[in-house]
T-cell receptor, first 112, second 114 residues
Framework: DAMVIQNPRYQVTQFGKPVTLSCSQT?????MYWYQQKSSQAPKLLFH???????NEADTPDNFQSRRPNTSFCFLDIRSPGLGDAAMYLC???????????FGPGTRLTVL | AQSVTQLGSHVSVSEGALVLLRCNYS??????LFWYVQYPNQGLQLLLK??????LVKGINGFEAEFKKSETSFHLTKPSAHMSDAAEYFC????????????FGAGTRLFVKA
């Protein structure tokens, strides 16, 4: 079965301490997305990759970075987490055919 | 530019009653339209999608939605609500131009009363 796996599911970090969230996908698609979803809000696109071509949304803070070492894996790095970065972080890719996003289960980030 | 408007941030129905969640969209080109469901601390699960085939789309868990171009609407319905339908529902629109990017509505939380 096609899968998007996110680790960890729950992450606690301290204010200002760098944190990395990971995502892997078995659909072998060349597009991957990272979304931030705050409580009771819609998911907000942070950036996406087309192969290794990185596409940053205009309003994504510089505090958020990403790496994609290969087709299957993608990482979200938060360099200096603030209290406002506490959220659910969702990773997604496209299904074969490319007309539907497939989401992972998310990582819930808590910043103390 | 694309946009999605979901009418009603909260909807409450009784178990067994009709569920109707409203969604209106704006798109300059023929859109792809989606409904996703999200349970607490989980990712988004696709309920159904419209991709320019049949205007009445049937999805999982007994949900369906009708694409009405003249009304720019894509409302989600289910004839009989079940307690397990209580969740957050997101309507979304995508275009396959310059990369497949999705715009989400603000979401509607569905409450189901026993």
């Amino acid at each position: 079965d096609a899968m998007v796996i996110q680790n960890p599911r729950y992450q606690v970090t301290q204010f200002g301490k760098p944190v990395t969230l990971s995502c892997s996908q078995t659909l072998n698609h060349n597009v991957m997305y990272w979304y931030q979803q705050k409580s009771s809000q819609a998911p907000k696109l942070l950036f996406h990759y087309y192969d290794k071509d990185f596409n940053n949304e205009a309003d994504t803070p510089d505090n958020f970075q990403s790496r994609r070492p290969n087709t299957s894996f993608c990482f979200l790095d938060i360099r200096s987490p603030g209290l406002g970065d506490a959220a659910m972080y969702l990773c997604a890719t496209l299904i074969e055919g490319g007309n539907e996003q497939f989401f992972g289960p998310g990582t819930r980030l808590t910043v103390l | 530019a694309q946009s999605v408007t979901q009418l009603g941030s909260h909807v409450s129905v009784s178990e067994g009653a009709l569920v109707l969640l409203r969604c209106n969209y704006s798109s300059s080109v023929p859109p792809y339209l989606f409904w996703y469901v999200q349970y607490p601390n989980q990712g988004l699960q696709l309920l159904l999608k419209y991709t320019s085939a049949a205007t009445l789309v049937k999805g999982i868990n007994g949900f369906e939605a009708e694409f009405k171009k003249s009304e720019t609407s894509f409302h989600l319905t289910k004839p009989s609500a079940h307690m397990s339908d209580a969740a957050e529902y997101f309507c979304a629109v995508s275009q396959n131009t310059g990369g497949f990017k999705t715009i989400f509505g603000a979401g509607t939380r569905l409450f189901v009363k026993a």
